[in-house]
């Protein structure tokens, strides 16, 4: 099997589920696909934020909250995912908001390793780099 078919049939639809269940603010769901091991790294205009599995449920479920009750859609755009051994993938991708029915000048890029359990078969997120704040690539194309 190819590498393209491994990522397409085993982790694409992972990955799918996982950006759907998010836009969703499940917030369970997220605790259940978050390495409890997470090593995480943000780039907010210059201020390096190291953190972990507890403090990314706990940002994720601010996040959700803050949005419950507005008109707010997540946008995901994808650039890449790449395997970097067997078991272990690297997705690439821009999350942007619409907000009130208008688009967000601003979006965070994730770059999100993700890694399959041999024994359960589950895919964890077990590494993320995120540049928060940089120019929503929805704005560069338009």
Known sequence: ?????????????????FKERAKQGDIAYLKSVISKDLAARENRHGSIIDYGYEESIEGWGQAFDFFADQDMQWVYTDHSTIQLKVGEVMATFWISLVLDGKKSETANLFVNTYQKDPMSGEWKLVRTYIEAGVENPTSINA
């Open 1 to 17: 099997m190819s590498l393209e078919n491994t990522i397409e049939t085993e982790f694409a639809p992972f990955f799918q589920t």
